[in-house]
T-cell receptor, first 115, second 118 residues
């Protein structure tokens, strides 16, 4: 069965500091991987995705993530945090191919950005 | 660009009442997914429909049912509501195309319906 583990339910960084949100997945085959952001009282917005090809993917708002098969990881980073990045971030996995397209989400990481 | 539309955005019900949530996918999308996000929880997959047929089922209670109509919109019907049903219900849509294709199909999420059961 596939699963997603996000280390750290709360992460706090200073404005301008590096953002690193950790995500590890469990899957018997290479999955599709996603990061979603959720602002308070809003829906889920796709930040970036990995399907195939280049393992370093760039998303919106300056975020990027690197798929590391050997580490089964897909950590999200941003070089310099901005106050507007404060939100909850969900890592998700979807099985490659097949009839099941459902997303399996991690438990989320709440990012706080301090001035 | 058109997005996924969900209605209502907010719904307050009493215990044991029924509720119907609606989802209008992005035009030309053929697949709809329903997710439930409890307070402080991650979204949990409930059910999905592809071309009006149920394609996958997750942790959806028997009190809930859903369907996808000929215009591809979907409705989630919830009966005998319980306090624990209070959550944010997301609908997502995607264009799957042929199941024989191992192709990526991004899910686009709607803003959600916040259901509160009193």
């Amino acid at each position: 069965a596939q699963s997603v583990t996000q280390l750290g339910s709360h992460v706090s960084v200073s404005e301008g500091a590096l953002v690193l949100l950790r995500c590890n997945y469990s899957s018997s085959v290479p999955p599709y991987l996603f990061w979603y952001v959720q602002y308070p009282n809003q829906g889920l917005q796709l930040l970036l995705k990995y399907t195939t090809g280049a393992t370093l993917v760039k998303g919106i708002n300056g975020f990027e993530a690197e798929f590391k098969k050997s580490e089964t990881s897909f950590h999200l980073t941003k070089p310099s945090a901005h106050m507007s990045d404060a939100a909850e971030y969900f890592c998700a996995v979807r099985m490659y191919g097949g009839a099941t397209n459902k997303l399996i989400f991690g438990t989320g990481t709440l990012l706080a950005v301090q001035p | 660009a058109a997005g996924v539309i969900q209605s209502p955005r907010h719904l307050i019900k009493e215990k044991r009442e029924t509720a119907t949530l609606k989802c209008y996918p992005i035009p030309r999308h053929d697949t709809v997914y329903w997710y439930q996000q409890g307070p402080g929880q991650d979204p949990q997959f409930l059910i999905s429909f592809y071309e009006k047929m149920q394609s996958d089922k997750g942790s959806i209670p028997d009190r809930f049912s859903a369907q996808q109509f000929s215009d591809y919109h979907s409705e989630l019907n919830m009966s005998s509501l319980e306090l624990g049903d209070s959550a944010l219900y997301f609908c997502a849509s995607s264009l799957v195309g042929s199941w024989r294709e191992s192709s990526y199909n991004e899910q686009f999420f709607g803003p959600g319906t916040r259901l509160t059961v009193l």
